[in-house]
């Protein structure tokens, strides 16, 4: 992840570790954009990577077995090399390395980059599922606006890093705010003292 340019990031009433590997253990995990999968490794390696700060193999089994689950084309495929898989499932093995770590927090950058249409159904509705299912709050910046906000329960529109409106869903779609973003007309970074909330 960026490094925190200014100010702090909060976490739990305290501060959050600037190191990747002591973020994961405090129950934060992120899925770069663009899929990231180690192409040399089998797809069963590859999620072995979300968890190698564990140290019980037991869990970490019990884990690649919920994953293997939720995702069955990785069970499928769990000996194949990360550069077998099509893009789309490359981005479902990329959530799964994400699961591994059994976060509390699973932060999504761009998903559905480059990815079929049909796909980046598929995508959604398994972002979704993973919500509902395993109770993980997911935090996801994207650019298919409709799309996210079909699975979101919040949304947050941000112009130059800055949160501009804040709202569920329906407030955002029922809003202008999103062509006033696109248009230019929202203000610079600084002129307004408080963002619109929906």
Not at 63 to 89: C, H, I, N, T
Request: hydrophobic fraction near 40%.
């Amino acid at each position: 992840m960026a490094p925190v340019v200014d100010g702090r990031v909060w976490w739990r009433q305290r501060p959050l570790a600037a190191a990747t590997h002591e973020i994961v253990r405090e129950g934060i995990a992120f899925v770069p954009q663009g899929r990231r999968v180690f192409t040399h490794l089998t797809i069963s390696e590859n999620l072995e990577m979300g968890c190698l700060h564990l140290g019980d193999r037991v869990e970490k089994q019990r884990r690649m077995d919920s994953v293997m689950e939720l995702f069955p084309v990785l069970y499928d495929k769990r000996r194949d090399l990360g550069s077998q898989m099509s893009g789309g499932q490359q981005q479902m093995l990329a959530l799964g390395r994400g699961l591994m770590a059994n976060p509390d927090v699973l932060l999504l950058d761009e998903p559905t980059l480059g990815l079929a249409p049909i796909i980046v159904k598929e995508v959604f509705e398994k972002v979704s599922e993973i919500s509902d299912s395993l109770g993980t709050t997911i935090m996801v910046v994207e650019h298919n606006i409709r799309g996210v906000l079909g699975i979101a329960n919040r949304g947050y529109v941000l112009d130059k890093g800055r949160v501009v409106y804040e709202g569920t869903p329906d407030n955002i779609r029922d809003s202008d705010i999103l062509t006033r973003v696109f248009l230019g007309e929202v203000g610079e970074v600084g002129e307004e003292e408080e963002y619109e909330q929906g």
